[in-house]
């Protein structure tokens, strides 16, 4: 059974750093890993996605890649904003589980002016 | 372009009583999801629906638990009899064909006391 797992759990930056999330999963047959923002009280946003044949996606200050091999992904966001914050969900699609996404646990994000 | 649409947004009931989640997914798109978000658990996946027909249910928890798709552009999530441990954020979402990316709604936020 996939399992993923995001760390750390929190994270609180100064405007303007750069920082890095990770993600982690133990089935290394995925078809693609999604990265999700979701802000309090609303639903997720799709911020980029991973097809299992590429290494990185880039958008805007974004970029995510992909270690299919050894099971992880970073989600690099560069000179963070306090729009930036938010709680970050990675999600793999496994390749035994048709359309379904397993998600972890979300990293909560705070970048202070 | 409308989302996808879910209500009520909030839902307070007591143990015991029925209640209904709604969804309405984004025209033209033929696969709905309901996810459950805790704390404890995170975002869980509860059932797909593919061109209205269910496809894989096991995430419902229990048999108190049923959903139905009768038509492209309706679905419902029901709980008979609620109990205080259903307490979650509901999520719907929906996607076109084989696309990836799916489109979350806002939830519903229910209450079981």
């Known amino acids: 059974k996939q399992e993923v797992t995001q760390i750390p759990a929190a994270l609180s930056v100064p405007e303007g750093e750069n920082l890095v999330l990770n993600c982690s999963f133990t089935d290394s047959a995925i078809y693609n890993l999604q990265w999700f923002r979701q802000d309090p009280g609303k639903g997720l946003t799709s911020l980029l996605l991973i097809q299992s044949s590429q290494r990185e996606q880039t958008s805007g200050r974004l970029n995510a890649s992909l270690d299919k091999s050894s099971g992880r992904s970073t989600l690099y966001i560069a000179a963070s904003q306090p729009g930036d914050s938010a709680t970050y969900l990675c999600?793999?699609?496994?390749?035994?589980?048709?359309?379904?996404?397993?998600f972890g646990g979300g990293t909560r994000l705070m970048v202070k002016p | 372009d409308a989302g996808v649409i879910q209500s009520p947004r909030h839902e307070v009931t007591e143990m015991g009583q029925e209640v209904t989640l709604r969804c309405k997914p984004i025209s033209g798109h033929n696969s709905l999801f309901w996810y459950r978000q805790t704390m404890m658990r995170g975002l869980e996946l509860l059932i797909y629906?593919?061109?209205?027909?269910?496809?894989?249910d096991s995430g419902m928890p229990e048999d108190r638990f049923s959903a139905k798709m009768p038509n492209a552009s309706f679905s419902t999530l029901k709980i008979q009899p609620s109990e205080p441990r259903d307490s979650a954020v509901y999520f719907c979402a929906s996607k076109r064909g084989s696309a990836d990316t799916q489109y979350f709604g806002p939830g519903t936020r229910l209450t079981v006391l």
């Open positions: 999600a793999v699609r496994t390749g035994n589980a048709g359309n379904m996404l397993t």
């Open positions: 629906f593919n061109n209205n027909v269910p496809i894989d």
